[in-house]
Nanobody, 123 residues
Framework: QVQLTESGGGLVQAGDSLRVSCVASDHTFSTYSMGWFRQAPGNAREFVAAISWQGSNTLYADSVKGRFTISRDNAKNTVYLQMNNLKPEDTADYYC????????????????WGQGTQVTVSS
């Protein structure tokens, strides 16, 4: 069973930066793409970003492109989401997830999910 644990959420002001992290428990972390998703109250969960198993390729939602950066450290079994120039519409619970298949980068499917970390951006 894979466990994913997010951290780093908080309350910030518009224009601020924040980095959220996700640590994975499994020893196969370096063979799976990882993703970040978010869900705002009353909205469906949406894709934010994904990174390939070695970190050489990334995907982003149009709404965060140029502001958010996904990265990973396979030695630490950790994936990060650096969020710059945050906007009130970025307010959501942020979840990391592991891709269902090894050595595949895409926007889905993902089969293991963390519990989420809350990010609130005030105006």
């Amino acid at each position: 069973q894979v466990q994913l644990t997010e951290s780093g959420g908080g309350l910030v002001q518009a224009g601020d930066s924040l980095r959220v992290s996700c640590v994975a428990s499994d020893h196969t972390f370096s063979t799976y793409s990882m993703g970040w998703f978010r869900q705002a109250p009353g909205n469906a969960r949406e894709f934010v970003a994904a990174i390939s198993w070695q970190g050489s390729n990334t995907l982003y939602a149009d709404s965060v492109k140029g502001r958010f950066t996904i990265s990973r450290d396979n030695a630490k079994n950790t994936v990060y989401l650096q969020m710059n120039n945050l906007k009130p519409e970025d307010t959501a619970d942020y979840y990391c997830a592991r891709a269902r298949e090894q050595f595949v980068l895409s926007r889905g499917p993902f089969d293991y999910w963390g519990q989420g970390t809350q990010v609130t951006v005030s105006s």
